[in-house]
């Protein structure tokens, strides 16, 4: 409960600044400088304007300055980041594990933001995260580096093959590069069974949340944000999913 309790509050922090990742990123902004800043009337915040949550809440929600509404995503991002890493902390305790899961969930929940908010998927996130994810198998031996290649490979292949075939069959762009270059990474971290459970998952929740809605209105689907929480699923659940498909879905 300790490790999980700190772990948590580490996570809270981390989720601070994934909020400035989500706004800047997809604008090519820096996420150094300038310091945080309330979105509407560009005051800096100072230190105790930027504590996780608790400084949301002190504020009642407002800006300082000009006193206009802050969003509720800032403190829930930060409030999903902890719970990421005080739950994989809690489960998995101390180990790298642990914090492997941390770290593919954080990335996870940042894909899943700026996917649903600009439809954009930055390249810090997917490529920088597949370094990320191929660090961490080094640290599980060879046959775990071997894993994760092949999942990288097979993850950045299937969706470049589904894209190439959309955009064949209705002469127009099907899925964005920024969906293929994620599946790199998660294949890195989930390997190749885990890309398959990943794609068949998204898009099963995709269609069940978001098929109605763009049949009818003609939007377009943010696929990173359905991806991304099957991936969270298979994560952690992978291992009992293909067991269960391959005892009952084939009946071996």
Not at 75 to 80: D, G, T
Not at 86 to 100: D, M, N, P, R, V
Not at 190 to 217: D, Q
């Amino acid at each position: 409960m300790i490790e999980a309790f700190v772990a948590g509050l580490f996570g809270s922090l981390l989720g601070s600044f994934l909020n400035v990742c989500i706004v800047r990123l997809p604008r090519n902004e820096s996420v150094v400088s300038p310091r945080s800043r309330c979105p509407r009337c560009g005051n800096q915040l100072a230190w105790f304007e930027n504590i996780p949550v608790v400084s949301w809440m002190a504020l009642r929600a407002r800006c300082r300055k000009c006193t206009k509404p802050i969003s509720a995503i800032y403190p829930l991002v930060e409030l999903f980041t902890a719970l990421i890493w005080g739950a994989s902390f809690y489960h998995y305790g101390l180990t790298l594990i642990a914090l492997q899961a941390s770290v593919f969930g954080t990335l996870l929940l940042g894909i899943l933001m700026t996917d649903a908010r600009e439809y954009i998927i930055p390249d810090e996130f997917t490529w920088g995260g597949l370094i990320v994810g191929l660090g961490f198998s080094v640290a599980f031996g060879v046959p775990a580096i071997i894993d994760a290649v092949i999942g990288a490979v097979v993850g950045f292949a299937l969706l470049y093959g589904v894209a190439w075939a959309g955009e064949k069959a209705f002469k127009k762009e099907a899925m964005g590069g920024g969906d293929i270059k994620m599946m790199a990474m998660v294949g890195s971290f989930v390997g190749w069974p885990g890309v398959l459970m990943t794609v068949f998952g998204g898009a099963l929740i995709g269609a069940v949340i978001f098929g109605p809605i763009s049949l009818k209105k003609q939007i377009l689907v943010p696929f990173g944000v359905f991806l991304a929480l099957a991936a969270a699923i298979v994560f952690v659940t992978g291992d009992d999913l293909a067991r269960w498909y391959l005892e009952y879905a084939l009946g071996r």
